[in-house]
């Protein structure tokens, strides 16, 4: 049958869309020197930055509020010294965090469920998806790294950039998603609300393998071909992390429905 959304969804994707075109806007230059000045590229830092440190004035509200600019700085700066550790956490909250959304949006909350997206979270998203995307991929694709600091008339001219990027994502929408992350989706679900064994999960990974692969390549094909294509190796994650969260919502909200 047709699947029913929330009127919310309407706000959820355009929410996103806006997020990642900053994101990819502010990082698609070239790729971020090391340092505290990393976060100078996302253009939504770089407007925080400007408000912060002009406003107050008279007040004396500039230097406390250009402080909260300075830890967003550090923030990006700790993301790049250590990307598997901050993915490992964002993964775990966006993921726990989105569940919650969803079923507050649905006027319900299951404790179980939420325990549930929260397992997925470390163990898939944060460390899984992590070693795949930080570790795996770049040592299969080493140019992927240059290819996402060149500017896009550089990019367009680049055959062999461009053949990693169609690779790198048919790995990612053709492997990595059907075979390992819903197969883990629905291990993860069944052993903690279902029937608590490999046999269903397995089915219900059959039964609902068609549906999911659509939509996880209608939602992630745009996202990952900003990611693969300008987004640096250390910041993949935190970008897919954000992005993430609005997918979680997604799932969640039609494994109730």
């Known amino acids: ?67 909260v600019h300075a830890g967003g700085r550090s923030l990006l700066a700790s993301i790049q010294r250590h990307p598997m550790r901050a993915a490992l956490v964002a ?46 991929l770049p040592r299969l694709f080493p140019g992927a790294t240059r290819f996402a600091g060149l500017n896009w008339d550089e990019k367009v001219k680049d055959p062999r950039g461009l053949r990693e990027l169609m690779l790198q994502l048919s790995l990612d929408q053709l492997f990595f998603t059907p075979v390992i992350y819903f197969h883990c989706f629905y291990v993860i679900l069944e052993l903690t609300s279902g029937s608590g064994t490999l046999i269903g999960a397995h089915q219900r990974w059959r039964d609902n393998i068609a549906a999911d692969c659509l939509r996880a390549v209608r939602f992630w094909l745009p996202v990952q071909l900003l990611n693969y294509s300008c987004i640096p190796v250390w910041f993949r994650m935190t970008f897919m992390n954000i992005a993430g969260f609005f997918w979680i919502i997604i799932l969640s909200y039609l494994q109730h429905a």
């Open 1 to 67: 049958g047709h699947e029913k959304f929330h009127p919310g969804w309407c706000m959820v994707r355009v929410l996103w869309l806006a997020i990642l075109a900053d994101v990819a806007s502010g990082l698609a230059s070239s790729p971020v020197p090391r340092g505290v000045g990393a976060g100078s590229r996302l253009p939504a830092l770089r407007l925080w930055s400007t408000a912060l440190t002009t406003s107050g004035g008279e007040h004396g509200y500039g230097a406390p509020r250009a402080s």
């Open 91 to 136: 993964g775990t909250l966006q993921s726990t965090l989105g569940d919650l959304v969803a079923q507050l949006m649905q006027g319900r909350l299951e404790l179980k469920q939420l325990a549930a997206f929260a397992a997925f979270g470390l163990a898939v998203v944060g460390i899984m998806q992590s070693c795949f995307y930080i570790l795996i």
